[in-house]
C-alpha cells in the first residue's frame, strides 16, 4: 500500500501518490538545461568577438612661468595645465603628428588616416590637483599605439620649444627697440629742456636760487627797510615839530660847537661887566668908552646865540623834512619796482612749472629707460620668467593586455545571466502548466490506495475542495517615504511656482486644498494659511517657505485670484499640480521619480507626524481629511506607548526650515 502525500501550491492543496512525478515537474530541467545553453552560447559568443582595446600612455610634467611665484598658486597652475591641454589638442598640432604618422617609415595600414580617426584614437587627461598631463591612446592594434603617442610628445615639444624661443626672440627685439627708442626720446627731450632754460633764464632746479625770484626776494626785503626808514623819518620830523612848538632848543652837533663858543664868550662878558659894576658906578659906566664898548660887544655876542639857534632850527627841521620826502620816494618807487617784479614772477612761475613738469616727464623716460634695461639684462642673466617648462616624466611602451573588455568579467556575467535566463524559463513554463483552481479530493477519514492502484476512501465523503480564499487587501497600501535630503533637493531644484506647493503639501495641506487656494487665504505679514475646507485650520509658514512665496505671488493679484493658476489665471487643478511634483522630482533626479507625486509628499509629512507618537485620532486637525481605515493603517509606523497631543508634536519637517 502507498500513502499519498499532500503538496500545497499558490492555488490549494492536491494529493499526488508518493514516488510518481507529474509530467511538468519532469520537463523542468531539460528546459532549464536549454535555457542555460542558449544563453551561453550567445554571451561568450558576444564577449569574445569583441575586438580587444589596448591603450599606450606617457605622462608630461608642466611646470608654469615665472618659477618665482608661490608653489601653492594652484589657479595660476590649472590655468597654465589647461593652455598645455588646449596646444596638446589644437588641430595644427594633431594635423603635423598626422602628417609625421603617414610619412613614418615604419607606418602600416592601421595608422590613422583622417584628423578624425586621430582624435578618436588620442586623449589628453589632466591628473587631478596635479601638474601632469597624461597622453593616452587607444586602439585595436597594440603595436602602433605608443608610436603614436610618443611622437604626439615629442612633437609638442618640438613646437612648444620652437614658440618659446620665438617668443624669446620677439621680447628680446621688442626689448631693443624699446631701449633705443628710450634713449633717443630722453635726448631730445635734455635738449628742449635746456633751450627751455635758457629761453626763460631758468639756472637752478631750486626754485628760489633763480634770479627773478631772487630779485623780488630783494625788493621785498628793499622795500621793508624803505617802509621803516619812512616811518623813523616821518616819527622824527614830527618829534622836531613837537620840541619847537614846546620851545626846545634844537640844535646839531656842529651849531652846538659854535653856540658853545659864543656862550663861553658871553659868559666872559657878563663876568667882565659885573666886574665894573663893583668898581665903577652906573653914571660912569655910561660915560666910558671902553666900558660901553665891552656892552655893546656882549649885546652882539646874545644876538649872535638868538641867531645861531633860529638857523639850527630852520636847518635841523629842513634836514628832517628832507629825511622823510626821501624816504617816502624811496618807498614809492621801490613799491612800484616791486610791483613790476611781481608781473615778472608770475611768468616765471609759469614756465617754471612747465619746466619742472618737462623735468618730470623727463625722469619718467629715465625711469622706464632703466627698467627697460634691467629686464634686458635679467633676461640676459635668467631664465625668461613666461617660459613655460614642459619634460617627458615617462615613455610609451607598446601594451600587452587589453584595457577593454575584461572577457573573465563579461563572461562569468553571461554565464550567470544564462542561469538567471533558465531559472526564468523554468518560472514562465510553471506559470504557464499551473493545475485547475478546483479538485476532487477526499475529505474526512483515511485515503489508501487498494489492489488495484486506485484510491479507496474509507469512511469519507467525496467533496470538491476549494482554494481558500486570499486575505482581504489592505485598506490603504504604503506609500514611498522621501527622505530629508531628498526634500532638500527636491525643494531647491523646483521653480518658484512649485516650491511653495511643495512646502504646503509639507504643513500638511491635500493637493485639493491647494487647488482651492486663493490670495486673500495668505497673510504674508503674520507668515500664515487659513485652509479652506471642512476642516478649517490654520498653517505657520517657516521663514524659508514665507521668502519663497514672497517671489512666487504676483504683488498685483486680486484677492480671489487662485494661487496655482496658468498664464491666463486659469486655476491649475489636483492633477496639475500633481504633474508639478512630478516634473520637480524628475528635474532633481531623485531615485524612483516616477512614484512621487503629491500624495508621496503628504504621505512623509504624515509618517513624520506619527513618528513623533501623534495620536491617530488627532490627526485630521492637522492633515485634514482622513478615513478611519487609512488612520488605522499609519499605526505600524507609530512609536511604544501612549500618543501625544498635537500641541506638543513638531509640526514644521525639518526641511523646511533651512532650504
Request: glycine share 4%; net charge negative; hydrophobic share 40%.
Amino acid at each position: 500500500m502507498r500513502l499519498l502525500y499532500r503538496r500545497r501550491n499558490s492555488y490549494g492543496e492536491s494529493f499526488i501518490a508518493s514516488g510518481e512525478r507529474p509530467e511538468k515537474d519532469r520537463r523542468r530541467f531539460p528546459i532549464f538545461l536549454l535555457a542555460l545553453v542558449i544563453g551561453c552560447v550567445g554571451g561568450l559568443s558576444y564577449t569574445y568577438n569583441r575586438s580587444a582595446i589596448y591603450e599606450a600612455s606617457t605622462s608630461i610634467q608642466v611646470l608654469p612661468p615665472d618659477s618665482a611665484a608661490p608653489a601653492n598658486d594652484t589657479e595660476r597652475e590649472s590655468r597654465t595645465v589647461g593652455i598645455v591641454r588646449h596646444a596638446l589638442t589644437a588641430n595644427d598640432l594633431l594635423s603635423q603628428l598626422l602628417t609625421r604618422l603617414t610619412e613614418d617609415p615604419r607606418q602600416n595600414t592601421n595608422m590613422p588616416r583622417s584628423l578624425g580617426e586621430l582624435r578618436q584614437m588620442i586623449n589628453a587627461q589632466r591628473f587631478e590637483n596635479t601638474n601632469i598631463v597624461n597622453l593616452r591612446a587607444q586602439g585595436p592594434n597594440p603595436e602602433i599605439l605608443p608610436l603614436v603617442v610618443n611622437l604626439w610628445a615629442d612633437l609638442y615639444l618640438e613646437t612648444q620649444a620652437s614658440t618659446q624661443q620665438t617668443s624669446v626672440d620677439d621680447t628680446n627685439a621688442m626689448l631693443d627697440r624699446q631701449s633705443d627708442e628710450l634713449q633717443n626720446r630722453i635726448a631730445r627731450k635734455r635738449d628742449g629742456i635746456d633751450n627751455f632754460r635758457k629761453q626763460y633764464d631758468i639756472v637752478s632746479m631750486q626754485r628760489e636760487e633763480n634770479r627773478v625770484l631772487a630779485r623780488l626776494k630783494g625788493l621785498n626785503n628793499s622795500l621793508n627797510v624803505a617802509k621803516d626808514e619812512e616811518l623813523k623819518a616821518n616819527s622824527d620830523l614830527n618829534a622836531i615839530k613837537a620840541a619847537i612848538r614846546r620851545g626846545r632848543p634844537i640844535v646839531s652837533l656842529q651849531d652846538q660847537r659854535r653856540i658853545a663858543n659864543l656862550e663861553t664868550r658871553e659868559v666872559a662878558l657878563q663876568a667882565q661887566i659885573q666886574d665894573f659894576e663893583q668898581k665903577f658906578t652906573p653914571k660912569y659906566m655910561a660915560i666910558d668908552p671902553n666900558i660901553m664898548a665891552v656892552v655893546r660887544q656882549l649885546k652882539i655876542v646874545e644876538q649872535k646865540i638868538l641867531e645861531v639857534r633860529q638857523e639850527a632850527r630852520d636847518s635841523v627841521l629842513a634836514k628832517a623834512e628832507q629825511e622823510f620826502a626821501s624816504a617816502t620816494q624811496s618807498a614809492r618807487d621801490l613799491a612800484v619796482e616791486l610791483e613790476r617784479s611781481k608781473q615778472k614772477v608770475s611768468e616765471f612761475t609759469t614756465r617754471f612749472a612747465e619746466h619742472e613738469a618737462l623735468t618730470e616727464e623727463l625722469a619718467q623716460m629715465e625711469l622706464m629707460y632703466l627698467e627697460v634695461k634691467e629686464r634686458q639684462m635679467r633676461r640676459q642673466v635668467d631664465r625668461p620668467p613666461e617660459v613655460t617648462r614642459v619634460s617627458v616624466m615617462q615613455r610609451a611602451i607598446e601594451p600587452t593586455s587589453p584595457v577593454w573588455p575584461d572577457y573573465t568579467r563579461d563572461a562569468a556575467i553571461s554565464v550567470a545571466a544564462s542561469v538567471v535566463l533558465g531559472i526564468l524559463a523554468v518560472l514562465f513554463y510553471d506559470f504557464f502548466n499551473r493545475p485547475s483552481r478546483h479538485a476532487l479530493v477526499p475529505e474526512g477519514g483515511h485515503v489508501v490506495l487498494g489492489v488495484s492502484g486506485r484510491p479507496q476512501v474509507v469512511d469519507a465523503e467525496v467533496r470538491e475542495m476549494e482554494v481558500s480564499p486570499s486575505p482581504p487587501a489592505l485598506t490603504h497600501r504604503p506609500r514611498r517615504e522621501l527622505a530629508e535630503s531628498e526634500i532638500r533637493t527636491l525643494l531647491e531644484t523646483a521653480d518658484e511656482m512649485t516650491r511653495p506647493l511643495v512646502g504646503v503639501l509639507l504643513l500638511g495641506m491635500t493637493v485639493e486644498e491647494a487647488a482651492v487656494l486663493r490670495h486673500t487665504d495668505i497673510d504674508l505679514e503674520s507668515g500664515s494659511i487659513d485652509v479652506p475646507g471642512t476642516h478649517d485650520r490654520t498653517l505657520k509658514l517657516p521663514h524659508p517657505l514665507k521668502s519663497a512665496f514672497v517671489r512666487f505671488l504676483r504683488k498685483d493679484a486680486e484677492p480671489l485670484e487662485p494661487v496655482w493658476a496658468d498664464r491666463n489665471n486659469h486655476p491649475l487643478g489636483p492633477k496639475e499640480l500633481d504633474a508639478l511634483i512630478s516634473c520637480a522630482a524628475f528635474d532633481a533626479g531623485l531615485r524612483e521619480a516616477i512614484e512621487i507625486s503629491a500624495e508621496t509628499l503628504r504621505h512623509t509629512f504624515i509618517t513624520f507626524l506619527i513618528r513623533q507618537g501623534a495620536r491617530l485620532s488627532e490627526l485630521e486637525q492637522i492633515t485634514g481629511d482622513l478615513s478611519p481605515s487609512i488612520r488605522a493603517s499609519y499605526a505600524a509606523y507609530s512609536p511604544p506607548g501612549p500618543g501625544l497631543a498635537s500641541d506638543k508634536l513638531i509640526i514644521i519637517h525639518p526641511a523646511l526650515e533651512d532650504f
